[in-house]
């Protein structure tokens, strides 16, 4: 069972930055992929951005070039660099660990993040 918690969300001004982050325990953490996800009130849960073990990583069209993701296998977390945020990207962030073979996925527990002037 791997548990994931995620920090670092909050208020910020439209055109400022954030950065999340998502801490692994419990599992072998080369085995997943990891991801960001977001949801709104009343909209299905979207795809922010994922990473590989070995880096390799995918964005929504709606956040490449501004949000950045990165992760640790060292210690077990990845990050999200939120930078150019908008109001539209106002949302719940949930990190994700996603092993496609044993078709397993776990879920943190959610960190707001509000854009607003």
């Known amino acids: 069972q791997v548990q994931l918690v995620e920090s670092g969300g909050g208020l910020v001004h439209p055109g400022g930055s954030l950065r999340l982050s998502c801490a692994a325990s419990g599992g072998i953490f080369s085995l997943y992929i990891m991801g960001w996800y977001r949801q709104v009130p009343g909209k299905q849960r979207e795809l922010v951005a994922t990473i590989t073990t070995r880096g390799i990583t995918t964005y929504a069209d709606s956040v490449k070039g501004r949000f950045a993701i990165s992760r640790d296998n060292a210690n077990d977390t990845i990050a999200l660099q939120m930078n150019s945020l908008k109001p539209e990207d106002t949302a719940v962030y949930y990190c994700?660990?996603?092993?496609?073979?044993?078709?397993?996925?776990?879920w943190g527990q959610g960190t707001q993040v509000t854009v607003s002037s």
């Open positions: 994700n660990a996603e092993n496609k073979v044993f078709r397993i996925n776990y």
